[in-house]
Each structure stands twice: as C-alpha cells, then as structure tokens.
C-alpha cells in the first residue's frame, strides 16, 4: 500500500482519514499491515512473503497489487523508487531467508531497512528487475490502481516500464448523469478512452462497479452491467463489484444522516447481486465482490462480509449459472487435465479483435488455462501504434494456468501446471495470427519481469518491455 497522498477526486462515497490513502479505513487488513511497517513497500513485501510462507504457501511466482491512492497522482520518483523496492524485496527474500527465520507472522522488519547493507539493494530499477527475472521469489504480474481520465499514453509507458501488467480502474456505473451525481469527476468518455488505451498496450483491464450509488436503482445497476458486456466499447477482463456501503468520514455519511440517501440492504442487494453476476461472459474474471470492511466501520448497507457465497445461494434458488472465469477454476474440484480440450472464442473489444483461448473440460467446462490474444485497434485503423515495439504487433495480453502452483525448478504433478498448456496455447495463438492476419509482423507478450525466461524458450526476445517473437514472410500491409 502506498502512503498518503492528495487525491484529485472528489467522490461523495469515499471515506477520508489523515495519514491514510482515499477510501482506505484504518481497520482494514492491508492497512494495518501497511501502517504496521510505515508503508514501506519493501517491508511491506517481506511481512506478506513471510506470511506466505509459514503458512504453507508457495511464494516462487508472486502477482502483486499495489493500492492505495489513485497511482497516477504519486511523483514519479515515488512511483519508481515504490515499485524497485517491491522487485528487491522479492528477490532479497529468497537470497536472505535466513535473516527471518525467527519473525512472527505479523512481525514487522524493523531491522530490515534500506540502511542495511547487507541486503545489497539494486541501485536502479533496471537493476531490480534484471535481478528478479531469475530471483527465487519471482514478480509475474503486477497491478495498479487509478482513474480513467489519468490514463494517458505517457501514463502507460511509464507503467510498462515499472513492470505493471493489469490496470484497475473505476467505471462505477455507465450512466453518467449518476456518475456526476456521486461526483465522480468523469464519465464513459474516458473510461472507454483508458479501456482502449490499456488494451491496446497489453494491458488487462479490471472494472469496478458499485451498484446502489446515488441516484442508481437496482433497474439501472441491471442496464449498467449488461452495457459494460453487450458494448463493446467497454468489455473489461476482470471486474469487481462493491456495493455502496455508508462509512464514517466521507460526504455520503451527511446524506444518509439527513435522511436522503439509504443504501441497499441484504434483501434488496442479494437478489440484485445473484443477477448482475449471471450476466458475466465466460471470459471475465470476477475478482471481488466486496471491500474488506469491518462491520463495525458500516453504519449503513449491507455487512454481508461472505456476499459471494450468499449470493451463490440466492443463484441456485433461482436457476441461475455464473459462467466467468472464477466460477470454472480447476481449484479442488478433480477434473483431469487428461480430458482438456482447447476452445476459442472471439469477440470484439475496443476497436480491436480479441480471442480467448481456454483449455476446458467439456463435460462442466472446469477451466484449467487461459490465453488472451488481442489484434489491437491500430491493425483495422492503420494509426501508428504509439508504443514503438507494438507497431504491426499482436499482443498476448494474458497466459493464465490454473491448479496449485509449482515451484520454479519443479516439475508437475497431475494438476493444471506444467501440462504443457501454455505452450500449447501460445502456439495457436501464433497460428492464429499467422492464418488471419498474414501482415502481421510479430506476437509481442506483456510479460511480468519473473516471466520473461519462460518466453525465452520459447523463441521470443525482449524489446523495450515486452517479450517479442518475429513471424517469417508476413505478407506486406495494404497502405
């Protein structure tokens, strides 16, 4: 979590606290594990790893999220000195691990500063990265938060060059009339621009929605989620959805103590809840469906805090299936990785052409691995792309295996990884492109730094900050 700093919106729903990030309450988790370790991202990352690890998981291949406030408003310097520090915290741990046998699971690392020589910090970023591509604990992912209307293409090549893979942004709703009513400060405009944008680098794009603003009915909740799926202006990768709750601190609580505001409650929220996830296509992830909000810190809405589990409930007693990525995870449930079959399917998104690739158990359609494969807009507007190596590029914006993970080194047993399903995938990606777009010059991957030798052996080659592969006798584009 990044510290404090001045936030450009003005949200009525966001909860304000001094020395705290907008919309983060002091008794949430994360907080507390980052005021624990004054914020520090480098001590942040070796509390979490610790953690991690005395519990038994596996902290090899590591996604990180950073949050906090909107990113795109912390200088630049902060920006680049948080992120270097998150790369040697990684790769420091494995090299270290000794140094903190003896620490508890919440303890903090005092000891462990930046002052510490014997951690032998990287001077640079470039260090940082360079080191962890082949570090013990490895970074394969990395994401972000901020605004649309922040989203710039000088935004996102700074983002890329910190390693930054997935983009969370707040759509809230795509009415904008109730957007400017929460004074939200932006509307579909720019959230269809950054959606875009994002894409068109690589990037995957998490939405969030908070059903219940002011002004919204569960109605026009309903017309919101269907838009961000049946237009393909918006069509993120993975969303989440937070119900407007009142907390102390923000301009929403003096509306609902004048009595002109009252959020949905449980038996207004869950039926809505049921029927906004039906609406989720095969190739979303739903990645959260509540904030980490103590009930004490709720004076009003729901405090539900198992909503998802609640609402799965609520979805059988009424016949409905939720068909997104999250509900088909391979997880425990025993499906052989023997019966996979590999199933395409193509949709457009933003200007561009994107296909997703799944290898599924027809029988329940359990999903064991996932590729996204984008044409970007550039392709079918004949535009320079404004990133360099991604002129005349596809782009493999995700390759996702599921099933417990294994260790860097190790080889796998009868679960999702290491079946060889990414490699399969990448492969009729390749094909893909070859067949349908024969001018098309080469696949460039976003790839996390941790990664990036696994696309080495697969013929690709970093330029700039992406993995990069050259097709043979690709046919000459038409002017």
């Given amino acids: 979590m990044t510290k404090f700093w001045g936030c ?62 909107t990113w795109s408003v912390y200088p630049q310097k902060y920006q680049e000195d948080f992120v270097k520090n998150i790369y040697d915290a990684h790769t420091l741990f494995s ?31 470039e260090e940082a990265k360079k080191r962890n591509e082949t570090a013990k604990s490895r970074v394969i992912g990395m994401a972000i938060e901020t605004r649309p209307d922040w989203i710039t293409i000088e935004e996102i090549k700074r983002l890329r060059r910190y390693g930054i893979t997935r983009v969370e942004i707040g759509y809230q709703t795509t009415h904008d009339d109730i957007n400017e009513k929460n004074l939200r400060g932006h509307g579909n405009a720019e959230s269809i621009l950054a959606t875009k944008l994002l894409k068109d680098a690589g990037f995957k794009v998490v939405a969030h929605m908070m059903p219940g603003l002011v002004g919204a009915t569960p109605e026009l909740d309903k017309s919101a989620m269907k838009r961000i799926f049946d237009d393909q202006n918006f069509r993120p990768d993975e969303i989440k959805i937070y119900p407007m709750v009142v907390t102390p601190n923000s301009e929403l609580t003096k509306l609902w103590e004048d009595g002109k505001f009252q959020p949905y409650e449980d038996k207004e929220l869950i039926p809505l809840m049921a029927e906004l996830q039906s609406y989720l296509p095969e190739y979303v992830r739903l990645n959260r469906m509540y904030r980490d909000i103590p009930a004490h810190e709720i004076f009003a809405g729901s405090k539900t805090a198992n909503l ?8 059988r007693a009424r016949g409905l299936k939720r068909h997104d990525i999250s509900a088909r995870e391979i997880r425990a449930k025993g499906n052989s990785p023997d019966d996979a079959i590999l199933e395409i399917d193509f949709y457009e998104a933003s200007d561009g052409h994107e296909y997703f690739l799944q290898m599924i158990d027809p029988n329940d359609r359990t999903i064991f691995g996932l590729l996204r494969l984008r044409v970007p807009s550039q392709y079918f507007s004949r535009e320079k792309h404004f990133i360099a190596e991604l002129e005349n590029a596809a782009i493999i914006r995700e390759i996702h295996v599921f099933g417990d993970q294994i260790p860097v080194g190790f080889t796998g047993d009868h679960s ?12 009729e990606a390749e094909k893909i492109i070859r067949e349908k777009y024969p001018t098309i010059e080469k696949m460039a991957v976003i790839s996390g730094v941790g990664v990036r030798g696994y696309y080495e052996k697969r013929g690709y080659v970093l330029d700039g900050e992406y993995m990069v592969k050259k097709f043979l006798n690709t046919k000459k584009s038409p002017k």
Avoid: W
């Fill in 8 to 69: 450009p919106g003005k949200c009525i729903y966001c909860p304000t606290y001094d020395g705290l990030p907008k919309s983060y309450i002091s008794d949430e988790p994360a907080v507390q594990r980052a005021e624990m370790n004054a914020f520090d991202p480098f001590l942040q990352v070796q509390n979490r790893l610790r953690s991690l690890e005395i519990t038994g998981n596996a902290i090899s291949k590591c996604d990180v999220r950073i949050i906090g406030g």
């Fill in 416 to 427: 999702g990884q290491h079946q060889g399903f990414g490699k399969k995938m990448i492969a």
């Fill in 95 to 125: 090299e270290k691990e000794h140094n903190f046998s003896e620490n508890g699971k919440y303890s903090p690392f005092e000891e462990k500063t930046t002052k510490n020589e014997d951690l032998q910090l990287s001077q640079t970023l």
């Fill in 308 to 315: 998802r589990q609640v609402t799965e409930v609520a979805m």
